[in-house]
């Protein structure tokens, strides 16, 4: 089965972090970037912006390291998802990522990462040149 | 909600700050951004005060929709006391900075006083601290900024600073956030530095919640779907605001030679094609659109210079990109002062960011010079040895360094046009209203426009009223007035929501009145929202006659007035300003001196009774 991936294009990016908003609205409730799971990267007084987020890779270090087992794989999405009822906040997950992309909330106490919005991310509903959409990786 | 309802003061005399409640009877009656900080400041100050004495105030506002995912959320505004105009200043920006500073959990942050010696402040949530700002003190914004993130260890920090020009008190210093977004105008960086204030450094983890997100994302949709099929945001995202120059040119609008003139052949040199279409050296301009915080129409250019221009040739420190021409940017450093050279126009706006300087001010103020340099009122012996011809790219990129820098006769130009003229005898020259210097449309052939610059309360200024549509069909003053006024409420309503005037090549009052409404969980109509604006602008209005103003600062320089334009459509006009001005004062409910009647201020709530100012929590 080929799964739907985020597919990022920065070369459409503008940088105008609509999409970290729909991400901490969905996850969090409220407009905060600092708490998205998205994120956008500037670089050289805005020559390049960079959306960069979970690719859910298949190595899934966080899970394979997280004592708890608080990390577990959503086989219809292909997801890596926290269960923050078993998520202690040990952080050693952000350590192994070898991308950046599971990170310690400091409201929760517990580590966050993308899960792709349970099939409905809501950051390439809100971006607004199409630099983040939702399909089958060609 | 929406206003976290905070207002962070620091008195930097004091070096205390603290956390008040924000004002929700004046939050009610002002938004927030340009309205709410003109509350504030009215109630803080004494207008009368020098603009860079530690008497006035400082004020950074957020709107209630900063920070959200309305689009264009990352407008603020600064407001103080304008040493260019000695008026009302209430300069807005975008970035990211200001939707930062909401972040943090702060509507207002209110800047008293003054400190011993440069300090920066650094905002984190609750963790508020005025810093030493001496090893920035003397350097750039571009530099300031990424010293901050650097030796913070947080490149998400997002920092407002100025440069020599503000320490300096250069009179249309900037406040210059995201290294080229800008308070740009009537020298609200001057203001900084004269407290000593070298930069605030922001940093939010609050965020912004709004009263019921479901309904709210209904209506942002909604507002997102009109810009998106809109063809004037499409033009906007695809050409950005410098689009403009080809329609002024074609219409005989576009100041050139110090007003001298309205059309300008070199116009094809700098427009947008001419930034994306690539020279001899197969370097094109322009590289990319950017956007402020949450804007989805990104009009923001990124360009960079031709490595091979001699302007740049052996500075290798501006080979990278950065913030690129804009409609304003190319008029007052390309037309005005007769120069067509795209690289030397990039390098000249690279250094307004650079050392935090409006490009209107200096670019008419430079126009100013170079027509008395023609005149022979000053010569080389003035001016460090530089021929200040029209036309001289050479002298731009040389006059803006030396301003910036506060360096030979980059500090006379640092004064700006009004004090520049009047200082050789020729207060005619200065193309200003109020000290302040025109943007880039000719009052003769954009009649309400005239009207807009003359009654503007920040001096002239073009985001002040929209009669555009009005000005481009009809070439006379005739019913103008009515137009002008009502966008000029409008208008003030816009800045204080938090959003972009932008919008409105999508968006009307409704639009605005859905977004403040479901945002705030509370219902706004539009004509409370329009009441709003009139408000604004009449307490501007009272700002200005209690800092000195009087009718006789409504006015145009008489080349406008005088001299008929020598082309275009409206060949033959002067601005008509002494018949639609009357015309206006009666339509604001104000006397024939442009004060505000009795009765007017009665309806607005701005009566005679005094304010008590907000309790100290």
């Known amino acids: 089965m080929t799964l739907k991936t985020l597919i990022l294009d920065a070369d459409r990016c503008t940088s105008c972090l609509q999409c970290e908003m729909a991400c901490s609205l969905e996850h969090e409730g409220l407009f905060a970037p600092a708490f998205s799971r998205i994120k956008v990267f500037e670089f050289e007084h805005g020559k390049r912006s960079i959306p960069y987020t979970c690719t859910q890779c298949e190595e899934a270090w ?66 607004p040149t199409d630099a983040i959409t939702y399909g089958v990786a060609s | 909600m929406t206003w976290h309802k905070r207002v962070l003061r620091v008195n930097l005399s004091t070096r205390t700050c603290k956390v008040e409640p924000l004002n929700m009877e004046w939050a009610n009656d002002y938004l927030g951004g340009r309205g709410l900080g003109t509350k504030y400041l009215m109630e803080g100050m004494d207008p009368a005060v020098d603009a860079l004495s530690e008497e006035n105030q400082l004020i950074f506002a957020t709107g209630p929709l900063t920070g959200t995912m309305c689009s264009t959320s990352g407008r603020w505004a600064v407001v103080t006391k304008g040493p260019l105009t000695n008026a009302i200043a209430a300069s807005n920006s975008g970035g990211k900075f200001g939707a930062e500073l909401k972040f943090a959990g702060y509507d207002l942050l209110i800047v008293e006083g003054r400190a011993s010696s440069p300090v920066y402040l650094l905002i984190q949530d609750d963790k508020v601290e005025i810093k030493d700002a001496s090893e920035y003190w003397g350097t750039t914004v571009w530099h300031t900024e990424e010293a901050i993130k650097e030796k913070l260890g947080d490149p998400q920090i997002k920092v407002a600073s100025i440069g020599v020009s503000g320490e300096q008190g250069v009179r249309y210093a900037c406040i210059v956030n995201d290294l080229h977004r800008a308070a740009g105008r009537s020298g609200v960086g001057a203001v900084m530095g004269s407290k000593n204030l070298k930069a605030v450094a922001a940093r939010g983890t609050v965020g912004v919640p709004v009263a019921d997100a479901q309904a ?51 116009t094809e040199k700098i427009n947008p094609e001419a930034m994306s279409t ?17 804007c989805t129409i990104g009009c923001g250019r990124i360009a960079h210079i ?40 990039t390098f000249a706006g690279y250094l307004m960011n650079e050392h935090g300087m409006d490009p209107i001010s200096f670019g008419v103020t ?67 209203v109020k000290g302040q210097e025109f943007a880039g449309y000719d009052s003769r052939a954009l009649q309400g426009m005239g009207l807009g610059y003359a009654t503007s309360n920040r001096g002239a200024c073009h985001l002040r009223h929209d009669v555009f549509a009005e000005d481009m069909s009809d070439q006379t003053g005739n019913g103008k007035a009515w137009p002008c006024k009502t966008s000029q409420d409008k208008v003030a309503m816009i800045d204080s929501t938090g959003l ?65 334009a020598p082309a ?17 004062y009666a339509l604001r409910g104000w006397d024939q001196e442009g004060v505000p009647k009795e009765d007017t201020l009665d309806r607005l709530g701005l009566g005679n009774k005094t304010t008590p100012v907000a309790a100290n929590a």
């Open chain 2, 366 to 432: 430079l126009a100013a010079a170079m027509e008395l340099f023609e005149l022979g009122v000053i010569t080389s012996a003035d001016t460090d040895g530089v021929a200040l011809n029209f036309g001289n790219a050479e002298a731009l990129t040389i006059m803006a360094e030396k301003t910036g820098k506060c360096e030979g006769f980059g500090k006379m130009l640092g004064m700006g046009s009004k004090r520049l003229c009047e200082h050789y005898g020729r207060p005619e020259l200065s193309m200003a």
């Open chain 2, 568 to 584: 275009g459509v409206a060949k033959g006009r002067v601005a008509e300003l002494s018949t639609m001005l009357p015309e206006y």
């Open chain 2, 278 to 294: 690539p020279n001899e050296n197969d370097h094109t301009n322009l590289i990319t659109n950017k956007a402020c915080f949450g």
């Open chain 2, 216 to 266: 709210f994302l209904k209506v942002v949709k909604h507002t997102h779907q009109l810009l998106e099929d809109s063809a004037g945001r499409k033009d906007l995202t695809d050409y950005g605001t410098n689009a403009m120059i080809d329609t002024m040119h074609s219409f005989g609008g576009l100041p050139t030679n110090n007003f001298q003139d309205v059309t300008f052949p070199g």
């Open chain 2, 500 to 564: 972009c005037l932008f919008t409105t090549a999508a968006w009307d009052t409704d639009e605005f009145q859905q977004q403040v409404s479901v945002a705030c969980g509370s219902h706004w109509s539009n004509e409370r929202l329009l009441e709003v604006g009139e408000r604004i602008w009449n307490l501007e209005k009272l700002f200005n006659l209690r800092a000195g103003l009087t009718k006789a600062d409504d006015t145009l320089p008489p080349r406008l007035l005088e001299t008929p």
């Open chain 2, 306 to 345: 031709d490595q091979n221009h001699a302007c740049i040739k052996d500075r290798q420190q501006y080979w990278h990109a950065s913030g690129g021409l804009e409609y304003e940017t190319a008029f007052a450093l390309g037309p005005v002062i007769g120069v067509d050279d795209i690289d030397a126009l």
């Open chain 1, 62 to 127: 966080c899970m394979q390291v997280c004592p708890t087992n608080a990390i577990s794989v959503n086989s219809e999405l292909g997801t890596k998802v926290v269960d923050e009822n078993l998520c202690v906040g040990c952080k050693v997950c952000t350590m192994a990522c070898p991308y950046g992309t599971i990170n310690f909330n400091t409201r929760s106490g517990k580590v966050t990462k993308c899960d792709l919005c349970g099939g409905d991310p809501k950051c390439a509903d809100a971006c």
